[in-house]
């Protein structure tokens, strides 16, 4: 149901949504197994996505039905109830209309029209910014901390390109996360990290502060995108090893170029060219999937992107204080002083608190456009 939400259908009584959603669901259903959609890959993926985004708010529509039930049996049988029937049918009729009113919040959220990216893996890239050595340490720091984190929630962490400055920080490393809700949570994520610490390369014990940058891709897959191979330039090379030393005797590097954005992508981790150059177009496609986006966003108006609060790539959106054991996301103002926690996976609590406001924004706008 809420797939037609963009064509003017959005605030709805609950009877509505049962009446639209259900039968939607089936037929979607169903289409997953018919010649048509299954002999189409774009066509199966976005079915197929569908159906996993449309599933909370089928079984959200189920408990309520369940639950109206059981308030209306309730309200029936104490009609004629005796004095001591009354006491646990007027529990029974106060803790199921309780329920029905969490179950009505519930569906509020779930009509919330998808991200269209919701279901995708993600691409991550970080990169130390200013602070030299510093910033490169912490860029590191930030990569384990989200691969701890996908840990806790069963994604899959691929470390696709790793330079490795001087310090054994990182000067650029790529990285693909895998899981149904990867995009979902990892989406708020990208932007510059701000640190607050005394440096390991500080002999004086003077808190410095830097940062990094992580940028945050929905993964492109070859049906989002078509990529022209006359448009590629493609270089392979020798990989090398910090400061320049050969690790590898063969040219399985490759550099690829896309001509008419000039992006350019090279990987060398891999010992074979050919998985190196596959690991290079998987890079290429989303960042200019990325590019595709970016530019469709900038023409839109400010009221219909959807961002967090107020927070921008040109601004700090985090800052990690160690001294204060402090995370502080700036965006929407929250603070947490479990800094050490956090930095060891467990990010939910940030995460949380920006999906809370992110979803007050979108319902806010949904009954703004009534």
């Known amino acids: ?6 064509d003017g259908i959005r605030d709805v009584a609950v009877t509505g949504v049962q009446t639209c959603a259900l039968p939607i669901f089936e037929q979607l259903e169903a289409s997953l197994a018919s010649p048509e959609v299954l002999g ?6 976005d079915a197929s996505r569908r159906y996993k985004q449309m599933g909370p708010l089928i079984e959200c529509i189920r408990k309520y039905r ?5 308030v209306e049996a309730a309200r029936e049988l104490l009609e004629s109830a005796t004095a001591e029937e009354r006491a646990p049918l007027e529990e029974e009729l106060r803790d199921g209309t309780a329920e029905l009113e969490r179950l009505e919040e519930d569906l509020k959220v779930l009509l919330i029209p998808p991200d269209p990216n919701d279901g995708k893996n993600v691409i991550v890239e970080f990169r ?8 490169n340490l912490f860029a590191a720091e930030l990569l384990e901390m989200y691969r701890a984190w996908a840990g806790r929630n069963g994604w899959n962490f691929e470390v696709m390109a ?29 932007g510059p990290h701000r640190v607050q610490r005394v440096p390991v390369t500080e002999n004086a014990g003077r808190i410095h502060t830097s940062s990094a940058t992580v940028t945050v891709m929905p993964e492109a897959e070859e049906v989002d995108i078509h990529i022209d191979e006359k448009d590629l330039e493609i270089d392979v090379y020798r990989s090398g090893g910090p400061g320049g030393q050969s690790v590898n005797t063969t040219d399985s590097a490759v550099r690829i170029t896309h001509k008419p954005t000039g992006v350019v992508v090279a990987m060398q981790d891999e010992r074979s060219q050919l998985q190196n150059r596959i690991k290079a177009m998987q ?14 966003e900038a023409k839109m108006s400010a009221e219909r992107r ?3 609060g107020k927070g921008g790539r040109g601004e700090k959106i985090r800052t990690y204080n160690y001294k204060e054991n402090r995370i502080t996301d700036h965006r929407i103002g929250f603070t947490l002083y479990q800094l050490q926690d956090v930095l060891a996976g467990n990010l939910d609590p940030v995460v949380d608190a920006l999906t809370l406001e992110y979803q007050a924004e979108q319902l806010a706008k949904e009954l703004g456009a009534e």
């Open 162 to 190: 790793y330079d490795r400055s001087p310090m054994g920080g990182v000067n650029q490393a790529t990285v693909l996360m895998k899981g149904d809700t990867v995009w979902r949570r990892m989406r708020f994520e990208g």
């Open 66 to 70: 369940s639950t109206t039930g059981n």
């Open 283 to 296: 890079v290429l496609r989303t960042r200019l999937l990325q590019r595709k986006q970016e530019e469709h």
């Open 128 to 135: 130390g910014a200013e602070g030299g050595e510093e910033a």
């Open 306 to 308: 959807a961002q967090v």
């Open 40 to 45: 189409d890959q774009r066509k199966l993926r």
């Open 1 to 6: 149901f809420f797939f037609q939400a963009e």
